[in-house]
């Protein structure tokens, strides 16, 4: 149980344009979904916050019109890159938090990660 | 200071060998305390679970929870090479995860 998946898996594409990352959990409800990013060798970085039915949080630094983020239902939030740049290739990592029920809510799963290149 | 504090290594062991890895942190409202395996290029998959002080064990995987110290380590018994990833740590206050930069383990055939 507890299976988050992520798609695509990679994508390459031009700068300008814009691409979307779905991120689902499989098997079980999420209010609270979470946006990655982490760069080789690092830690990850915490872009946003994504709560079913309202507007993500954004952390500071991360610009909310670049990185649309919507959480449409209880399994599933997407990220868009609007207007991709090179600087913005990365490998972007979804989480999900279990809504209360069925599993504690201080654990999270991830998705296995959408490899992003723009060229 | 960063809220967690993790070596990033790498770390290298002949395959048998016991790997300890640990964590710092200065947050001492974090109450629960996780331990992540993320194979190159794969999303973080959890690995351990703790909330408190104490230790849980998992088969060859053993948590420790030091809340005084401030400290959390995981230990690898009997290592193998399918243990060859990167491991990190995260904490949660129960609003907000923060995580290590992970440590690189090489266990050796």
Known sequence: GAVVSQHPSRVICKSGTSVKIECRSLDFQATTMFWYRQFPKKSLMLMATSNEGSKATYEQGVEKDKFLINHASLTLSTLTVTSAHPEDSSFYICSAEPASGGHSSYEQYFGPGTRLTVT | ?109
């Open chain 2, 1 to 109: 200071q960063k809220e967690v504090e993790q070596d990033p290594g790498p770390l290298s062991v002949p395959e048998g060998a016991i790997v300890s890895l640990n964590c710092t942190y200065s947050n001492s409202a974090f109450q629960y305390f996780m331990w992540y395996r993320q194979y190159s290029r794969k999303g973080p998959e959890l690995l351990m679970y703790t909330y408190s002080s104490g230790n849980k064990e998992d088969g060859r995987f053993t948590a420790q929870v030091d809340k005084s110290s401030k400290y959390i380590s995981l230990f690898i018994r009997d290592s193998q090479p399918s243990d060859s990833a990167t491991y990190l740590c995260a904490m949660n206050t129960g609003n907000q995860f923060y995580f290590g930069t992970g440590t690189s383990l090489t266990v050796i055939p």
